[in-house]
């Protein structure tokens, strides 16, 4: 008897407990609100609360307050009248629609099972349940292909979405470029057993002209997988399973594939293989957290991917899997970099030329977590390379033959900050690093490395850490050190650090400032 008795007053604190906490929240939210002042119609607003003769809403980002409610218990979206600083009407819209939201552009939203719905605004109010309490985010923060999401339709257009359930972050949809193109001309589609088009059986290992499958079965767009979950797409392999969709130029190719077997195929792409283990699993942490960070992205929204396969996110699937990067993606899986609770953008390059740099060079602000550290990368070649230019092997379609080259600033690194191209009585000046490299790329003929090795027909120069000195007839020497941007992690930096016995953690917290090596589980709220 006296468990029983101990067992109700158990829930009945419980019970008390949460009402208490409920009416601190609400109370809470009252007093975040905003009485309303102006007559109007809130279009597309989301009731957070309408009991105790008040009315407690959100619209356009702000959460407002006003007086009256409905006569039944209601949260969700719809069109408020008030008048008089008192709701007028409320127009609940309940006709909604559930999917994953594929892609978006050009006015239509592709919901899977669903098809392209029209929206009625490209800046659709996106209500998210998710936390502790409702917020209004844009549709910029949701991820393609990841949420299955509720769409809210006003005359069988869109008009607002509400996210009930937390993304799922197991995959990313990578956008596989044709040299740096969107589309394909042709794509013949293979693998080692029978092909699933829109996950049926096509009876066959291999489309030899998928532009054409799509035309005899009159559609835009098909999934193709295999049984083994490997497709070839022009005789290139990649694990995961592929969208093709038709455009006008030509074919566009979607690679849906896991986060940890997509960080299996960036890190030898990205990283020399034979490099000591513990600068594999940094890298392998770095590349992990570059992915998540960017599956907001969307820059490729209209394809329904969140990235693409070149050097503009991470090289992938340029390189075979080997057992060394292997073991690293496996002995760090799910680990990623935070500062502060949330992911930061981890920014690597291969080769510093002393000192790593920070966002000086990109004319950006640069983020708390990325500092200038020393970084002797003398195990590179690229620590200390000539450049020889010739003027005289490009003609800018714009300005002509170039005529003289000078350095106007310069960070305490040695990185150019401006660099200002002569073209008789015409000038250009350059002002960001990637600019700066693919401008003097163009009259690059050869660049000799620190262990005396040549290479050629190099589009960028190596970095842009140098300094100039003038030849005759248009020649000109750039005396320069390290490779890629300089910001954030060095390649051969962290290989120099773990061979002399840091570990990965260790080698991560050195090249970034503040932060900590977590587990994905413990950020993707913050996705």
């Given at each position: 008897m006296v468990w029983i008795m101990l067992a109700i007053t158990v829930v009945c604190v419980v019970i008390v407990f949460a009402i208490v906490m409920a009416q601190k929240e609400k109370g809470a939210l009252v007093k975040q609100a905003r009485a309303v002042t102006k007559d109007m119609v809130y279009e597309n607003a989301y009731i957070v609360s309408n009991d105790d003769g008040r009315l407690i809403f959100i619209c356009d980002g702000e959460l407002y307050r006003a007086k009256g409610t409905m006569e039944e218990s209601f949260t969700g979206v719809c069109d408020i009248e008030i008048s008089g600083s008192k709701v007028k009407k409320i127009q609940i819209k309940p006709d909604d629609i559930s999917g994953v939201m594929l892609s978006y552009g050009n006015g239509t939203m592709q919901i899977a099972g669903q098809g392209d719905i029209p929206m009625q605004s490209d800046k659709l109010p996106v209500y998210d349940e998710t936390g502790a309490a409702p917020k209004e985010i844009a549709v910029s923060d949701l991820i393609i292909g990841s949420e299955t999401l509720s769409y809210i339709l006003d005359s069988?257009?869109?008009?607002?979405?509400?996210?009930?359930?937390?993304?799922?972050?197991?995959?990313?949809?990578?956008?596989?470029k044709?040299?740096?193109?969107?589309?394909?001309?042709?794509?013949?589609?293979?693998?080692?057993?029978?092909?699933?088009?829109d996950d049926a059986d096509c009876g066959s290992n291999a489309i030899d002209d998928v532009g054409a499958y799509m035309a005899n079965a009159q559609k835009g767009k098909i999934k193709v997988s295999s049984a083994d979950n490997y497709v070839s797409i022009n005789g290139k392999s990649y694990p995961g399973s592929f969208e093709f969709i038709g455009t006008d130029a030509g074919i566009v190719a979607v690679n849906t594939v896991d986060v940890e077997t997509y960080v299996r195929y960036v890190l030898p792409s990205e990283m020399p293989s034979t490099f000591d283990a513990e600068a594999l699993k940094a890298q392998a942490v770095c590349a992990r957290t570059f992915v998540y960070s960017q599956m907001k992205n969307t820059q490729y929204a209209l394809y329904g991917a969140n990235i693409d396969n070149t050097t503009a996110f991470q090289v992938y699937n340029a390189s075979e899997t080997k057992q060394s990067t292997d073991e690293a993606v496996k002995a760090t899986a799910g680990q990623v970099v935070s500062c502060g609770g949330s992911l930061i953008t981890c920014y690597y390059f291969s080769t510093?030329?002393?000192?790593?740099?920070?966002?000086?060079?990109?004319s950006s602000s640069t983020p708390d977590f990325i500092h200038k550290v020393e970084?002797?990368?003398?195990?590179?070649?690229?620590?200390?390379?000539?450049?020889?230019?010739?003027?005289?092997?490009?003609?800018?379609?714009?300005?002509?033959?170039?005529t003289g080259i000078s350095v106007d600033k310069t960070s305490d690194a040695g990185y150019v900050l401006s660099l200002t191209i002569n073209y008789g009585n015409k000038s250009q000046t350059f002002t960001a690093e990637n600019d700066i490299r693919k401008a003097l790329g163009h009259y690059q003929k050869k660049v000799t490395l620190n262990d005396g090795s040549v290479r050629e027909n190099m589009s960028m120069i190596p970095s842009a850490c140098f300094s100039v000195s003038a030849g005759a007839n248009g020649h000109y020497t750039l005396s320069g050190g390290g490779f890629g941007?300089?910001?954030?992690?060095?390649?051969?930096?962290?290989?120099?650090?773990a061979k002399a016995g840091s570990g990965y953690k260790d080698i991560i917290g050195y090249y970034y400032k503040d932060v900590t090596v977590v587990d994905i589980s413990s950020v993707r709220s913050e996705q």
């Open positions: 069988g257009r869109i008009c607002a979405i509400v996210r009930r359930q937390a993304p799922d972050l197991t995959y990313i949809r990578v956008l596989i044709n040299d740096g193109k969107d589309v394909f001309p042709t794509i013949a589609a293979a693998a080692a057993a029978n092909l699933y088009v510093s030329a002393g000192k790593t740099e920070d966002m000086e060079v990109w970084s002797v990368d003398d195990n590179s070649p690229y620590y200390r390379w000539t450049s020889e230019l010739d003027l005289s092997a490009y003609n800018d379609p714009q300005y002509g033959t170039a941007h300089g910001i954030g992690f060095s390649q051969y930096g962290a290989d120099k650090l």
